[in-house]
């Protein structure tokens, strides 16, 4: 059974064009996220929800929204797609992280977005 | 705000050579510290994680990473590397927020080449 899944994994746009990522956990987990990771592999969180609450919102333009339908689900919607949004976007969930121990994050297997 | 540096972007090894992938976080007074491995074409997946307790922590597949507080350095040894060790390992902290809500921080990643 896949922990966390994302669909589609490959995604190829043109410029402009609005899409979306859907992320799906079926791990119980209180908590996802999504993260960018560029072509550099650098790993940067977007957002983060917990039980449909947003709770973080780094610096990313407001074409990125995230939407939360229930806590087992978290998608990202993409508006107007520029050259720059092309990248690996990984979703993750973990447990309820307002506790004193951090708990373990899982990933989805990532969707590679490319913006032509 | 926590802040990791993994100083090497690439190490290459040979295979059954001992290896040692270095990581330093920004200082803190509680830190919580992990290591990451992403495969080609897949999601992350925790290798390890320190906590609190023993300053040695170890994975299943023998792996293991020591805390130093003092160098404020989270080292990632080990002792016989395989071709299969092939991969992206990433070093993360738990950043905590005023919201009482934590995050990760990735250090940029440091490629392990295993050649026979």
């Known amino acids: 059974d896949t922990a966390v899944s994302q669909t589609p994994k490959y995604l190829v746009t043109q410029m402009g064009n609005d899409k979306s990522i859907k992320c799906e956990q079926n791990l119980g987990h209180d908590t996802m996220y999504w993260y960018k990771q560029d072509s550099k592999k650098f790993l940067k969180i977007m957002f983060s929800?917990?039980?449909?609450?947003?709770?973080i919102n780094e610096t990313v333009p407001n074409r990125f929204s995230p939407k939360s339908p229930d806590k087992a689900h978290l998608n990202l919607h993409i508006n107007s797609l520029e050259l720059g949004d092309s990248a690996v976007y990984f979703c993750a969930s973990s447990q309820d992280v307002r506790t004193e121990a951090p708990y373990e994050q899982y990933f989805g297997p990532g969707t590679r977005l490319t913006v032509t | 705000a926590q802040s990791v540096t993994q100083l090497d972007s690439q190490v290459p090894v040979f295979e059954e050579a001992p290896v040692e992938l270095r990581c330093n976080y920004s200082?803190?007074?509680?830190?919580?510290l992990f290591w990451y491995v992403q495969y080609p074409n897949q999601g992350l997946q925790l290798l390890l994680k320190?906590?609190?307790?023993?300053?040695l922590v170890e994975s299943i597949n023998g792996f293991e990473a020591e805390f130093n507080k003092s160098q404020t350095s989270f080292h990632l040894r080990k002792p016989s590397v395989h071709i299969s060790d092939t991969a992206e390992y990433f070093c993360a902290v738990s950043d905590f927020m005023n919201t009482g809500f934590q995050k990760l921080v990735f250090g940029t990643g440091t490629r392990l080449l295993v050649s026979p």
């Open positions: 200082s803190s007074v509680s830190v919580y």
């Open positions: 929800y917990n039980n449909k609450e947003l709770i």
């Open positions: 320190y906590l609190s307790g023993s300053t």
